[in-house]
């Protein structure tokens, strides 16, 4: 279920984009609507899963040679662009949460709440699993990474137990986390969230292709073209609201969102998942 899905149409359609890039493709929730709303809008949506864009080209066919889909990083969205034999887009899009086709395939291992191999990739080709990270990492650097990545207080003595434990599945690492956390205070959200959200930051390089788009987004826009971030975690978007503000003050673009935009009390019970978005657009000066 695409988050934010009216707010995020409005701020991309807005000036009548004739080409835009959805640089976290899914299923094409967001996509589909934006094609559905503009009858002369051509979309290239990008997935680091293979998976997902196979998906989405069968559900969005009936769009024909306006919907493109390229499996790869949004953080080489120019590189994708040149291939289509786009110089600029009139929008770019990401929305940074995982698709819930994802969360609800247990091989996956992006859910905790059913027992499956400690995977967490985007793309189940692309580099070590959750698992071998654990165990290739030291003690130390697993803390490091359970503390920036998840900020989360109990970094040493989670890593401590992690090493100990060295789980291969979702439920054995959970298990490992709430033993620790579980001698604390309870908790609105389950103990080893925080452990699960650093360990797919880091599987994933999420900070990392995070910063490799805000840094070269406004080379892909056209003069007066959007931007529009969704991000899930203080981390991304403490990220994508520095990008956009220093934009803004080297006077490259101006900030469309003066604050970000949030679900809607209604968007949230439909939709739990939507409850931590954040919504930021910026926009690229005019000629």
Known sequence: MPVLLRE???LMLAGGPRRVVDGTLGLGGHAGELLGSDA????????????LVRAARARLAA???????????YAD????MAKAGWEHADGVLLDLG?????VDDPARGFSFNRDAPLDLRFAPEEGETAADLVARLTEEELAAVISTYGEE?????????LKEALPRTTGQLAAAVSRVKGRGQPERIHPATRAFQALRIAVNGELEHLGRFLRRFHRALSPGGRAVVIAYHSLED???KEAFARLHTEGLGTLVTKHALRPSPEEVKRNRRSRSARLRAFALKAA
Do not use: K, N
């Open 8 to 10: 995020t149409a409005a």
């Open 40 to 51: 002369e809008l051509r979309l290239l949506g990008i997935d680091r899963d293979g998976s």
């Open 63 to 73: 769009f024909g040679t306006r919907f493109m889909a390229v499996q790869g990083s």
């Open 77 to 80: 969205l120019l590189e994708h």
């Open 98 to 102: 995982y698709c819930s086709a994802q």
């Open 153 to 161: 207080r109990a970094a040493r003595r989670i890593a401590r137990a």
């Open 238 to 240: 403490r990220m994508v």
